[in-house]
């Protein structure tokens, strides 16, 4: 079974920087795609970043570009989520989540989530 555990997440202040990890396991990253999502109060989820593991071709929602920067380590099966020059509306549990074929911003196309990480930008 895949299993996704998400990492880094903490309190920081806005214009700090913050780098989670989404470790993955039993999981065959050449094939698919990862993405990062989040989740406010009393917001949907929206998906952040996504990277295709076909291509290493990556994606971003206009809010977190030029700001957020997904990568992988292949050998450590690990995808990776820098962020920096946060902002309190960045706040949110993040969550990263695996399985389609190519990188979707729709939750719903995604087979497997980790248990997400609270991420806290102060003003």
């Known amino acids: 079974e895949v299993q996704l555990v998400e990492s880094g997440g903490g309190l920081v202040q806005a214009g700090g920087s913050l780098r989670l990890s989404c470790a993955a396991s039993r999981f065959p990253f050449d094939n698919y795609a990862i993405g990062w999502f989040r989740q406010a109060p009393g917001k949907e989820r929206e998906g952040v970043s996504c990277?295709?593991?076909?291509?290493?071709?990556?994606y971003y929602v206009d809010s977190v570009k030029g700001r957020f920067t997904i990568d992988v380590d292949y050998r450590e099966s690990t995808v990776f989520l820098q962020m920096n020059s946060l902002k309190p509306e960045d706040t949110a549990v993040y969550y990263c989540?695996?399985?389609?074929?190519?990188?979707?911003?729709?939750?719903?196309?995604?087979?497997?989530w980790g248990q997400g990480t609270q991420v806290t930008v102060s003003s």
């Open positions: 989540a695996a399985d389609p074929p190519h990188c979707s911003w729709y939750a719903g196309d995604y087979d497997y």
């Open positions: 990277i295709s593991g076909s291509d290493g071709r990556t």
